[in-house]
């Protein structure tokens, strides 16, 4: 999808005024949709209370999408709202206009750095779902395995062989991978924790640690 709204395939991180100059408008599975985005909102759950963000119907083959800037100020944060969002752009929104499903009030979204704790928290499939876009959207994987190759011998950190043998090496669990985590996090523009999470989704990090001597 990177490549389709005409993203720098040289450039790792996603600038949120960026995506949202590129996304306005997208054919999913042959239904044109128009999107709004709308960066300057109170957006609130079914509770009244305030959550990241939301993306809704307006009109007839049109969404809003809205983030919560009062929240959302860190600009991790902000381009994985966005990015989420845009997930439910994707996936959900063309089942809402055909009216096969209907929109839900907006959910607590608080953890986007950690989405198995986030899976664990929300048993909503499309909430899930969305996160996951976010994630690989924001880092694919191999874009995310290509920097970790580059980046790990400065950081202290081995390559071993990982679990896929046709694959290049993966960072060895070891006690510097915290100093993994922050390099790969400032190239991609995210959290550690959320570099953290791909890392191990990607299988990118071996699952014991190397023999000592």
């Known amino acids: 999808m990177r490549e389709q709204l005409g993203l720098s395939t040289c450039r790792l991180d996603v600038e949120l005024l960026q995506l949202v100059s590129r996304v306005r408008r997208l054919l999913v599975n042959g239904m044109l949709l ?4 709308n960066l300057d909102e ?13 993306c ?11 983030l919560n800037v009062q929240i959302v100020g860190d600009v991790p944060i902000a381009r994985s709202t966005a990015a989420h969002e845009l997930g439910h752009a994707v996936f959900d929104a063309p089942a809402w206009f055909s009216g096969a499903a209907q929109p839900t009030p907006a959910a607590p979204r608080r ?9 664990r928290e929300a048993s909503d499939w499309s909430e899930w779902r969305a996160n996951e876009f976010m994630g690989s959207f924001l880092a694919p994987r191999r874009l995310l395995h290509g920097e970790l190759l580059r980046l790990a011998p400065a950081c202290g950190v081995p390559l071993v062989k990982g679990r896929f043998s046709n694959e290049p090496p993966v960072a060895a669990n070891c006690p510097e991978l ?5 390099a790969l996090g400032d190239a991609f523009g995210l959290t550690p924790s959320f570099i953290s999470v791909r890392l191990a989704k ?3 990090i071996a699952l ?6």
Do not use: H, M, N
């Open 34 to 37: 128009s999107i709004r985005w």
């Open 56 to 66: 809704r119907l307006v009109a007839p083959g049109a969404l809003l999408i809205s």
């Open 208 to 213: 014991s640690r190397p023999r000592e001597g």
């Open 178 to 182: 915290p100093l993994l985590f922050d």
């Open 202 to 204: 990607y299988d990118l």
């Open 111 to 119: 953890v986007f750095g950690a989405p198995e704790r986030y899976r």
């Open 42 to 54: 109170t957006v609130k759950d079914c509770s009244g209370q305030p959550v990241y963000g939301s």
